[in-house]
């Protein structure tokens, strides 16, 4: 495995198509959602949910999610993550949802539809994930033994 910096995470960032997003409900239950996303040049990310699904809900109650980008494609032992502290929010406006959608559908060179597919009585809505912090996975030896640790990363 290399070692976590700034290059490894955008290069899984830039390869891995898919975020987990993990949220809690009201009562404090945790649920787990694999969502398709993109993210822009300030690693926000966006994704399109339907708006009764269970982390659309717990998003509504509340906002603090973490997100994993996980490159499980390589072999077992040497798999990397990179890990996001945000907060995430539903989108509402004509404009931000329009600008959303270009890294959403540009990500897979797809041209995006109208930003009315996603607002008004439309089952489904783009979501942003604001990053606060990031992290990847590394390792270090403790007592000789290597244990699996995070570091935060800065990928300004």
Do not use: C
């Not at 959602?33 to 809900?57: G, L």
């Amino acid at each position: 495995m290399r070692r976590a910096d700034a290059t490894r995470a955008k290069e899984i960032l830039s390869k891995i198509l898919y975020v987990t997003i993990a949220t809690v409900d009201g009562a404090g239950h945790p649920w787990n959602s694999p969502v398709y996303a993109a993210y822009d040049e300030d690693f926000n990310f966006y994704w399109a949910s339907a708006i009764d699904s269970a982390h659309s809900r717990n998003i509504r109650d509340n906002p603090s999610v973490f997100l994993v980008i996980y490159d499980s494609t390589v072999p077992e032992g040497t798999g990397e993550g990179v890990y996001v502290k945000a907060k995430a929010y539903e989108l509402a406006s004509e404009h931000e949802t329009e600008a959303a959608l270009r890294y959403y559908y540009g990500r897979v060179n797809k041209v995006p539809p109208a930003p009315s597919t996603f607002l008004g009585s439309r089952p489904r809505r783009i979501y942003k994930a604001v990053s606060e912090q990031i992290w990847m996975n590394d390792f270090k030896e403790v007592r000789g033994v290597i244990v699996d640790v995070r570091v935060e990363i800065d990928l300004s």
